[in-house]
């Protein structure tokens, strides 16, 4: 789709964005707010690494992005997060300050992530109800049943499920969305580029029945997002320049894509009005 065609286009909430400080070295912040405008991104949810960058861009473009509070400030953290004694009083401070929107991402990943009653996990859960911000969760397990355990242990904790559970099959996603009224799943990075063996198209780039009858069936819970993390071969590497907001149109116009093969009212939903609920933000943009 072309700058003319996109501004055109209807607005669309990226509720998955990163600003890392590799991504800086390739990429401006006035680029990247300049990318999302580009784009035609009226609703951008930014992390920060370290935290604090989220609100760099949060300066540039207020009415446009909202941070949230990321986890992670030296290499490693993805993994150990959930072991540090000291996290819950930064985060506490960092949505006490009224900075910060909502927490995450936080990785919890089979073989790395220990039990959800962990105090530091159940903590940041618990932190999460207590200011009433949403937690951004990345799950990585082959059936769905940690994750649906521990969203029903928080039922006062507003999660959203980044990449829909990012290997699980929409049956196994079906059941989280079913056993936990306060789980959102996003669906990014479940493009041909980032989840090979699993996304949620075919190879003439057409939803898959499966999705289709999920994603539509269940269409005021989910939202779309780039994660704009690129190369994605290293995991959160630290060592090497990040250029995934260079790759934001690709990963956008996938979504745009199919979601404008659904019934209009579904796709609006998808593409935004879920997410303006979701963040309870209001926007010009909104009416359109």
């Not at 290997?167 to 996603?173: D, I, K, T």
Request: hydrophobic share 40%.
């Amino acid at each position: 789709m072309s700058p003319v065609a996109l501004l055109a286009a209807p607005p669309l909430a990226d509720i998955h964005l990163h600003w890392k400080w590799n991504q800086k070295e390739v990429t401006s912040p006035q680029a990247a707010i300049g990318i999302l405008r580009q784009e035609n991104v009226g609703l951008a949810v930014v992390t920060g690494t370290p935290p604090e960058l989220a609100l760099e861009l949060h300066e540039l473009a207020p009415e446009t992005v909202v941070p949230i509070y990321g986890l992670y400030r030296i290499p490693g953290e993805w993994s150990t997060w959930h072991h540090d004694d000291g996290l819950l009083r930064r985060v506490r401070k960092a949505l006490a300050s009224g900075e910060y929107r909502g927490i995450g991402e936080v990785h919890m990943i089979g073989g790395f992530i220990s039990h959800w009653k962990n105090p530091v996990i159940a903590g940041l859960f618990e932190l999460a109800a207590e200011f009433d911000v949403p937690v951004l969760i990345h799950t990585e397990f082959s059936r769905a049943n940690y994750t649906l355990a521990m969203c029903q242990a928080f039922p006062n904790t507003r999660f959203l499920w980044a990449h829909a559970g990012s290997m699980l099959s929409p049956a196994e996603v079906e059941r989280v969305l079913d056993g936990c009224p306060n789980v959102q799943a996003e669906l990014s990075a479940r493009d041909p580029w980032r989840h090979r063996g699993n996304p949620i198209v075919d190879e003439q780039g057409e939803l898959k029945a499966e999705w289709r009858a999920l994603i539509v069936q269940h269409a005021d819970r989910f939202m779309v997002g780039s994660d704009p993390v690129w190369p994605v071969e290293q995991l959160n590497p630290w060592d090497e320049p990040d250029t995934g907001w260079q790759e934001l149109h690709r990963f956008l116009s996938f979504h745009r894509n199919w979601l404008d093969t659904l019934p209009a009212d579904k796709a609006k939903a998808i593409r935004w009005d879920n997410a303006q609920r979701f963040f309870r933000q209001t926007t010009a943009l909104g009416r359109r």
